[in-house]
C-alpha cells in the first residue's frame, strides 16, 4: 500500500466515485497520479514513504461530474496536509456531491 491513499463516495447517488482523477503533489511538483477504482479507491497512489513537509492531493471532480452530465460548483477539490515525521500512512476519504464535499484524515 502507498504511504498516501484516498477514496472517493458520491453521496448523491449514494455510489462509489470511479474514475476520479486524483495527483499527489509537494512544492516542487507532481509526485503521483491515479484513478479511483470501482470501489472509489486509490491504494498504488505515489511512494511508500514521503518525507515531512506539505503536500496536495488534488481530486478531478469536474471532469467526473461532467462524464455523468451533471453540473457541478467544484472543478476540482484540493487538500492540503502535511506529513508528520513518524507518521506511517495517510488516508484521506472525499464524500463528495455536486455542490459539497467533505474531507478527513482517515485511517
Same mark, same amino acid.
Do not use: C, K, W
Given at each position: 500500500?502507498?504511504?498516501? @491513499?484516498?477514496?472517493? &463516495? =458520491? ?12 495527483? &499527489?503533489? +509537494? +512544492?516542487?511538483?507532481? &509526485?503521483?497520479?491515479?484513478? @479511483? +477504482?470501482? =470501489? ?7 511512494? +511508500?514513504? &514521503? ?11 469536474? =471532469? ?6 451533471? =453540473? ?6 484540493l487538500v492540503r496536509f502535511t506529513v508528520a515525521a513518524g507518521?506511517?500512512?495517510y488516508h484521506i476519504p472525499l464524500l463528495l456531491s ?10
Amino acid at each position: 500500500m502507498s504511504f498516501v @491513499t484516498a477514496h472517493v &463516495l =458520491d453521496a448523491v447517488a449514494g455510489v462509489p466515485a470511479q474514475g476520479v482523477a486524483i495527483t &499527489l503533489s +509537494d +512544492d516542487r511538483g507532481e &509526485l503521483a497520479a491515479a484513478a @479511483t +477504482d470501482a =470501489d472509489g479507491r486509490v491504494t498504488d497512489f505515489g511512494p +511508500d514513504q &514521503l518525507e515531512p513537509g506539505p503536500y496536495e492531493v488534488a481530486f478531478g471532480t469536474g =471532469d467526473y461530474f461532467a462524464g455523468r452530465n451533471q =453540473d457541478t460548483f467544484y472543478p476540482s477539490v484540493l487538500v492540503r496536509f502535511t506529513v508528520a515525521a513518524g507518521q506511517a500512512h495517510y488516508h484521506i476519504p472525499l464524500l463528495l456531491s455536486a455542490y459539497s464535499y467533505t474531507t478527513y484524515r482517515g485511517s
